[in-house]
Structures are given as C-alpha cells and as structure tokens.
Nanobody, 126 residues
Framework: QVQLVESGGGLVQAGGSLSLSCAASGRTISTYAMGWFRQAPGTERQFVAS????????NYADSMKGRFTISGDAAKKTVNLQINSLKPEDTAIYYCAAARPPLLFNIGDLRAYAYWGQGAQVTVSS
C-alpha cells in the first residue's frame, strides 16, 4: 500500500500563486508516476499534470499548460504543483495520485492511478 498526503492548500486571491506538495509513504517502490488532479463542485475529476519516475517525463493537460508547474523528487517520492496567476475557476479540491505498473491507461486518465490522497482545498477569491 501507498499513502499520499497533500499539503499547501488554502485561500488565495486571484492573481496570486500557490504551491501544493504531496509526500508518498509505504510501498513507494511500486509506483511508476505521480500526478495531480482537481475536482470542482459538481464536476468530474480533471487531470492536471503528472511526472514519471522513469526518465522524469512530465505531462500536462492542455488547459493547464503555462500556469501550472509540476516537479518531483524520485528518491523521496514527493511531488509539487506550483500554480501561478490563480483564477477563481481554479477553485477545486486538488488530489495527489500515484500510478503503478503496468500502466493500462493513459497517464492523464484517473484510472491509471491506484493510490489517492485525501485532497487539498484551493479556493481563489476574486
């Protein structure tokens, strides 16, 4: 089992920046990649970005390119998400997730992820 704990959420004014962190513990050797998803009220969980531990491949959802930056430490199994120029529509619960091999789905598909954190609330005020 792998446990994921997010931190860094909160209330931010529009135009500000925020950084989220996620730390994995447990059988982290079994993980292939880690990613971030977000879910606003009444919507489906949406892929934000991912980073793989093999080769350090980074992927972003097309709509997230530019303001979102994912980074991670493969040795420590930690992943961060920096969000700049925050907008009210960025308000959501942000979830950290970990995928394990074999990767049966696209890395942007939530079905690729076996482990999930409890989520961190990000609220952007206008």
């Amino acid at each position: 089992q792998v446990q994921l704990v997010e931190s860094g959420g909160g209330l931010v004014q529009a135009g500000g920046s925020l950084s989220l962190s996620c730390a994995a513990s447990g059988r982290t050797i079994s993980t292939y990649a880690m990613g971030w998803f977000r879910q606003a009220p009444g919507t489906e969980r949406q892929f934000v970005a991912s980073i793989s531990w093999t080769g350090g491949t980074i992927n972003y959802a097309d709509s997230m390119k530019g303001r979102f930056t994912i980074s991670g430490d493969a040795a420590k199994k930690t992943v961060n998400l920096q969000i700049n120029s925050l907008k009210p529509e960025d308000t959501a619960i942000y979830y950290c997730a970990a995928a394990r091999p074999p990767l049966l789905f696209n890395i942007g598909d939530l079905r690729a992820y076996a482990y999930w954190g409890q989520g961190a609330q990000v609220t952007v005020s206008s």
